[in-house]
T-cell receptor
Framework: GAVVSQHPSWVICKSGTSVKIECRSL??????MFWYRQFPKQSLMLMAT?????????EQGVEKDKFLINHASLTLSTLTVTSAHPEDSSFYIC?????????????FGSGTRLTVV | GESVGLHLPTLSVQEGDNSIINCAYS??????FIWYKQESGKGPQFIID?????DKRQGQRVTVLLNKTVKHLSLQIAATQPGDSAVYFC????????????FGAGTTVTVRA
């Protein structure tokens, strides 16, 4: 079945630095990928929709200059948290959509636990 | 789904009993609804889905019921097992909204041995 690989699974960074998270679709091409953020004991909140070859679409309230998304190929999207601060500490999850797959094609990565110190 | 800022409700169930997890959704235009299971530190896993033109769908040990009149979705798990302990989310999307999945508040299910 469809597999989405997300790396790293966890990262600790210093305040003010940038962190890049990768999301790869391993056995299918994903023209659309989604990035979510999840705080402890809360639901997943959609941050942005990443479209291959075009600019990402951000949800209301999400700073596009802080959360840079690049979807340069059909199998890779990256999320870069720039100038990270402790309040950016969260669980980030990507999802890739395979239009040819069952279950509407949504496959989720295993998530990245970001801790900013 | 109505999820922003809400903490997750909990459900404690005895092993072997049936579980019912409920979800209220807000978008009457949603085309599809999906139930996901999320274990600690992992991404969501697909459980079962249902189209908006259906009111019931069954899978292996799970049944999803959809009541569009009151915008309510439920997931029934038969003979709950310890491995069913997780957080369960309902999610919805509309084709007219670029297939963006919107997640509900989620329910933490704990199975007692």
């Amino acid at each position: 079945g469809a597999v989405v690989s997300q790396h790293p699974s966890w990262v600790i960074c210093k305040s003010g630095t940038s962190v890049k998270i990768e999301c790869r679709s391993l056995d299918f091409q994903a023209t659309t990928m989604f990035w979510y953020r999840q705080f402890p004991k809360q639901s997943l909140m959609l941050m942005a929709t990443s479209n291959e070859g075009s600019k990402a679409t951000y949800e209301q309230g999400v700073e596009k200059d802080k959360f840079l998304i690049n979807h340069a190929s059909l199998t890779l999207s990256t999320l870069t948290v720039t100038s990270a601060h402790p309040e950016d500490s969260s669980f980030y999850i990507c999802s890739a959509r395979d239009r040819g797959a069952p279950n509407y094609g949504y496959t989720f990565g295993s998530g990245t636990r970001l801790t900013v110190v | 789904g109505e999820s922003v800022g809400l903490h997750l409700p909990t459900l404690s169930v005895q092993e072997g009993d049936n579980s019912i997890i409920n979800c209220a959704y807000s978008n009457s235009a949603s085309d599809y609804f999906i139930w996901y299971k999320q274990e600690s530190g992992k991404g969501p896993q697909f459980i079962i889905d249902i189209r908006s033109n259906m009111d019931k769908r069954q899978g292996q040990r799970v049944t999803v019921l959809l009541n569009k009149t009151v915008k309510h979705l439920s997931l029934q798990i038969a003979a709950t097992q310890p491995g069913d302990s997780a957080v369960y989310f309902c999610a919805e999307f509309s084709r007219s909204n670029d297939y963006k999945l919107s997640f509900g508040a989620g329910t933490t299910v704990t199975v007692r041995a």
